[in-house]
């Protein structure tokens, strides 16, 4: 059974920057991506990043393309390097994984960490 456990959120001043961790543990090779979607209050879920199991193909969703970074640090775990923040980033970021390239077909979620980006 798939276990994804995310650590890294907390408050920041709008420009700042936090790193998001991922441990994942039971993972098969049924799946194309491991990587993250956020949810904001009164908002639907929006995929914003993952990273291909098999090449290490990186997907960003245009909200945070050359703010945000992903990388796999290794078979277990994968990271979100979020730069230039700004309030519209705030909310629940979730580790998952992805069936496709797709960044809105994910699977298997964490309980999520909680991003603030307020002055």
């Known amino acids: 059974q798939v276990h994804l456990v995310e650590s890294g959120g907390g408050l920041v001043q709008p420009g700042g920057s936090l790193r998001l961790s991922c441990t994942a543990s039971g993972l098969s090779l049924d799946y194309y991506a491991l990587g993250w979607f956020r949810q904001a209050p009164g908002k639907e879920r929006e995929g914003v990043s993952s990273?291909?199991?098999?090449?290490?193909?990186t997907y960003y969703a245009d909200s945070v393309k050359g703010r945000f970074t992903i990388s796999r640090d290794n078979a277990a775990t994968v990271s979100l390097q979020m730069n230039s923040l700004k309030p519209d980033d705030t909310a629940v970021y979730y580790c998952?994984?992805?069936?496709?390239?797709?960044?809105?077909?994910?699977?298997?979620w964490g309980h999520g960490t909680q991003v603030t980006v307020s002055s």
């Open positions: 990273i291909s199991n098999s090449d290490g193909r």
């Open positions: 998952a994984t992805f069936r496709s390239m797709w960044l809105d077909d994910f699977g298997t």
